[in-house]
T-cell receptor, first 115, second 111 residues
Framework: EAGVAQSPRYKIIEKRQSVAFWCNPI?????LYWYQQILGQGPKLLIQ????????DSQLPKDRFSAERLKGVDSTLKIQPAKLEDSAVYLC?????????????FGPGTRLTVL | GDSVTQMEGPVTLSEEAFLTINCTYT??????LFWYVQYPGEGLQLLLK?????DKGSNKGFEATYRKETTSFHLEKGSVQVSDSAVYFC??????????FGQGTELSVKP
């Protein structure tokens, strides 16, 4: 079974530029998550989708970050404009139903460096 | 709000030594509890989980017991190997299915 796919794996941009990350979850998984992992810290949830609806985006900086999950499958996370403090690894995860003890499966992440 | 505190790293052990990584949490109710592992250059992988009080999760020689009284979920392994070198994250499942990650504990095992 294929895992969670993410691209690109690495991205270097200058501050104030825009960037987009793509995620393809495990087939059949209804719930998709985007986490931000700053170096030396644990991942922090940015946004959670159930199918193509947003369940939780309380920690998403909405003035610069946006995310969508069209057709309830793939998802895109965008940052516009980027700041230095956005340098981090962006992790996508998916789970079957998003309730109870459903295991979240993580992709390899996209490492973003903002100069 | 929900939070988790992990033992600070890095932890350096010799091969075959006993490992304990402490984890305590603050959460509403009795959440499911998870340990994830991140090997160098790889993504997060589920190591083990426990869904109710007194449950013991186990995998690859690692164990952790859900202790409701002390709100803890300490990770243990009787004999570590060099291949266990990684960063370990404790994570209770918060409200709405959100994992609350600790800061991670880096483990380095020397031959």
């Amino acid at each position: 079974e294929a895992g969670v796919a993410q691209s690109p794996r690495y991205k270097i941009i200058e501050k104030r530029q825009s960037v987009a990350f793509w995620c393809n979850p495990i087939s059949g998984h209804a719930t998709l998550y985007w986490y931000q992992q700053i170096l030396g810290q644990g991942p922090k949830l940015l946004i959670q989708f159930q199918n193509n609806g947003v369940v939780d985006d309380s920690q998403l900086p909405k003035d610069r970050f946006s995310a969508e999950r069209l057709k309830g499958v793939d998802s895109t996370l965008k940052i516009q404009p980027a700041k230095l403090e956005d340098s981090a690894v962006y992790l996508c995860a998916s789970s079957l139903g998003g309730r109870g003890a459903d295991t979240q499966y993580f992709g390899p992440g996209t490492r973003l460096t903002v100069l | 709000g929900d939070s988790v505190t992990q033992m600070e790293g890095p932890v350096t052990l010799s091969e075959e030594a006993f490992l304990t990584i402490n984890c305590t949490y603050t959460a509403t109710g009795y959440p499911s509890l998870f340990w994830y592992v991140q090997y160098p250059g790889e993504g997060l992988q589920l190591l083990l989980k426990a869904t109710k009080a007194d449950d013991k999760g186990s995998n690859k020689g690692f164990e952790a017991t859900y202790r409701k009284e002390t709100t803890s979920f300490h990770l243990e392994k009787g004999s570590v190997q060099v291949s266990d070198s990684a960063v370990y994250f404790c994570a209770p499942l918060g409200q709405g299915g959100k994992l609350i990650f600790g800061q991670g504990t880096e483990l380095s095992v020397k031959p």
